[in-house]
């Protein structure tokens, strides 16, 4: 930056900080990333250049959606598309691949955090069709991890596993497999909305090991111990899941990263593990994690709140608690487009009340 600075050219600075602050966002130093890329982004922005200015924001979406800034994240996916002009080959002569495509990918999984999912669909589409044209995994393998993402909020199980099981391919035939372990995240995650625990906990286990041991993906570290906390103690092992949760919850808290996640998962841990004991502590995360839902505005994690909060009040016996929650949960699914979870909310409802609510 010193040599950078006395040549007094923003470009060199700019293609100094946005590539580091890439590379310590796969580090997990969340807010040390979100530094440097946007000093990148306030110096391409003095300098004018429609195209320096591209590729300084090209990193940003991912860095917000991280720390759960949803609709800053989203704006800054709309700025990319218009000063590249949507144009794929826009920067690939600098970086080797679509930024826009990538862009497309971020820009899916912002929009099902938020809750959008009719949205992100075709979104998430695009990404996978201009990757496969231009034969890139660094556009690919995203958009199938975040559409293997977007099927475990629709509770598409199937599809879930087909995505996710083509980006954990396409990381493995990469000239570099060093964000193997991030990708297979999703695979664990699919795994899970399948059912098939020891498999999840094992993908989940891999993956874990893979991020640790490379220093690479670990702004994902809490979503990986949050999901392998609930295929752990779906598998019984109670004393795990519940370190694994916790750990979950303060990986997220001490990298500023979105914590509505881990608090789901721990209040789930809890909930089959110790019982109608642990009400009051499952309810306090479930309140917090509403309250970071509300801030950060990802209401694809709503609905599963109340799930939640439904079986809690099934664990403690009130039986209007429970199909009033699920009455919520499956309105709530419904609106989002998320129907295999409505579909599964229905069958329940049906199982206790004739005439469920729609």
Known sequence: MELAERLGHPESRVMLLSPYGVARYHAGAIEESLTHVSEAVRLADQSGNDVLRFLARAPLPLVLAARGNLRE???????????????????????????YGGTLAAQGLVLTLLGRLAEAAPVLERAIALGQVRREPEVLIPAHMFSAMWCWFAGDA????????????????????????????????ALLLNEQW??????????????????????????????????????????????????????????????????????????LSDGAEAATAIEADLQRAMVVIEQTEARAYTPLIHVERAELARLLGDEAAYQRE??????????????????RISRQLAAVSPQPEE
């Open 198 to 271: 020891s498999d999840a906990a094992a993908t989940l286990e891999a993956a874990l090991a893979e991020m640790r041991e490379r220093q690479v993906g670990l702004s994902f570290e809490q979503f990986v111990l949050a999901d392998l906390a609930q295929a752990v103690v779906a598998l019984g092992d109670f004393d795990r899941a519940r370190a694994l949760a916790d750990e979950a919850v303060t990986v997220a808290q001490q990298r500023h990263l979105i914590e509505a996640p881990p608090l789901l998962a721990r209040a789930r841990v809890r909930r």
């Open 326 to 343: 699920l009455r919520e949960a499956h309105r709530l699914f419904t609106e989002m487009g998320a129907t295999g979870h409505a579909e």
């Open 158 to 189: 199937a599809r879930a596993l087909q995505h996710a099981h083509r980006s954990v391919e396409l990381a493995g035939a990469a000239p570099t497999g060093a964000m193997t372990g991030a990708w297979s995240m999703a695979l664990g995650q």
């Open 73 to 99: 994240a989203l704006a800054i996916t709309g700025e990319v598309e218009m000063l590249c002009g949507a144009d794929p080959d826009a920067g690939t002569q600098i970086v080797g691949f679509s930024l």
